[in-house]
C-alpha cells in the first residue's frame, strides 16, 4: 500500500528519502509543498525534477478525504462531514470567533468510552485515524479558509484522543515541526475524558500540548454513571495523576463541566466541584448540555446557570461559561454523530 503524503513526520521524510534523491534540498522543497503552499499532488510541485515527481506518484498517495456535506450556523460555525478512503465518515467543526478561528477536529470512527450524554458514543467505536486522517482534517480546513488564520486546534470532536495516542501524538508533532504546520504548541489542545494511564504517558512524553480534561461530575458515583471510564479510573486517581502532569509540564490544565439539568448542578455538586480543581492550578469551562434528540437529558436554564456560577464562585481558577456554538446545525459538542444516526 502506498503511503500517504500526510503520514509522515519531517524527520520521517529525510530518512527515507535521503536515499532516493540526491540533493537534500530536493527534500526540502517537498516538505514546502506539503506544508507551506499545501500541495500534496506532485505534478503541480514546479520545481521538481521529473524523476523525483514519478517516484513521489509511485511510492505516496495524497488522498484527502472528501468533502460530501457542509452545514454553516447562524453563527457562522460550518460543520463539514468528511468521507475517508474506506468510506468511513467523520465531522470537524471550523468555529469562527472575533480575533480567531478554531478547528475541532476527530480523532477516531465513532469512541469506545461510552460517555452517556455524548452522541458521538452511541456510534460506538469503528477505528482509530490514521495521521493523515486526523492531518487532512487541518489541511481542508487551511484550503476552506484561504486567506483567514487558523489559530487554534482542539481535539474535541468525533473520539477519545488517548485511545488513539501514537497517531494523536505523531499528528501534533507534525503540526509544531519547524518544517511542518509550524503551529504554536499554544494554539493545539487535547482534551480527554482521562485515561490516566496515557496521560501519565504524555506527561513524560515532552510534548508542549493544552490539556482539557472533561470532568462533568467530580462526585464518583455521579461521575461513573455518565463517564463508565471513572469505575476504570477513578476520581481519586485522576486528581493524582494530574496534579503529577501539572510538575511536569507548563500549561494550566482546563476542566470541562457540561452542564446537565437536575443532575450535576445541586450544592453537593458545586461543593465537590471546588473540593476537586480547588488545589490544581487550572481553568474551568462549563458548557451547557447541548441537546441530543435520542438522549435522555436536558438543558439547563439560566436560572440553574447562574446559580451553578454562584455557588463556585470562591474558586480562584479562570472559569468561563462557553456558550456554544452552532448547536442548530448539530455541530456543538458532544453533537458529532456523523449521518451514523
Ligand atoms: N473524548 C474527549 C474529546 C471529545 S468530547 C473528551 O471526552 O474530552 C469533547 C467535549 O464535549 C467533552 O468535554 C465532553 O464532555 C463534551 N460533550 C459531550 N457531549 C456533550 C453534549 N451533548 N453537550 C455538551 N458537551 C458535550
Redesign the pocket.
Known amino acids: 500500500m502506498k503511503i500517504n503524503l500526510l503520514e509522515l513526520h519531517p524527520d520521517e521524510f529525510k530518512e527515507l528519502l535521503l536515499r532516493q534523491v540526491d540533493k537534500k534540498f530536493r527534500i526540502k522543497q517537498l516538505l514546502n509543498w506539503i506544508y507551506v503552499h499545501r500541495i500534496l499532488d506532485p505534478d503541480l510541485m514546479s520545481n521538481i525534477p521529473a524523476d523525483f515527481k514519478t517516484f513521489l506518484k509511485k511510492e505516496f498517495s495524497n488522498f484527502i478525504p472528501r468533502i460530501l456535506d457542509k452545514q454553516i450556523s447562524q453563527d457562522s460555525s460550518t460543520k463539514y462531514l468528511l468521507e475517508l478512503e474506506d468510506e468511513n465518515r467523520i465531522e470537524m467543526v471550523i468555529i469562527p470567533r472575533e480575533g480567531r478561528t478554531t478547528l475541532c477536529l476527530s480523532s477516531q470512527v465513532g ?1 469506545a ?1 461510552n ?1 452517556l ?3 458521538t458514543a452511541k456510534i460506538g467505536l469503528i477505528r482509530n485515524l490514521y495521521v493523515h486522517e486526523i492531518l487532512s482534517q487541518v489541511f481542508i480546513t487551511l484550503k476552506e479558509l484561504q486567506d483567514r488564520k487558523l489559530t487554534n486546534i482542539v ?3 468525533m ?3 488517548l485511545d488513539n495516542y501514537e497517531n494523536v501524538l505523531k499528528s501534533i508533532r507534525i503540526l509544531q515541526h519547524e518544517e511542518g504546520f509550524k503551529f504554536s504548541p499554544r494554539r493545539i489542545t487535547l ?3 482521562g485515561v490516566i494511564p496515557r496521560l501519565n504517558d504524555l506527561a513524560d512524553s515532552n510534548l508542549k500540548v493544552k490539556l ?1 480534561v ?1 470532568l ?1 461530575s467530580a462526585i464518583q458515583e455521579k461521575r461513573a454513571e455518565i463517564m463508565p471510564l471513572t469505575k476504570q479510573y477513578p476520581l481519586a486517581e485522576l486528581k493524582k495523576c494530574l496534579l503529577n502532569f501539572r510538575k511536569k509540564t507548563s500549561y494550566r490544565i482546563t476542566f ?1 463541566y ?1 452542564m446537565i439539568k437536575n443532575f450535576n448542578l445541586a450544592a453537593e455538586d458545586s461543593q465537590a466541584l471546588i473540593d476537586f480543581i480547588g488545589d490544581i492550578s487550572c481553568k474551568l469551562n462549563l ?1 451547557a ?2 441537546k ?1 434528540d435520542y438522549l435522555p437529558y436536558e438543558t439547563p436554564d439560566e436560572n440553574d446557570i447562574r446559580d451553578f456560577l454562584k455557588a463556585i464562585n470562591k474558586l480562584s481558577s479562570a472559569v468561563t461559561f462557553r456558550s ?1 456554538r452552532g448547536a442548530d446545525i448539530n455541530a ?4 458529532l454523530a456523523g449521518q451514523y444516526y
Open positions: 469512541c468510552r460517555c450524554f455524548c452522541a481535539f474535541m470532536g473520539g477519545e484522543p482534551s480527554t475524558s482539557a472533561s462533568n470541562e457540561v458548557i448540555w447541548n441530543v456554544s456543538a459538542c458532544g453533537q
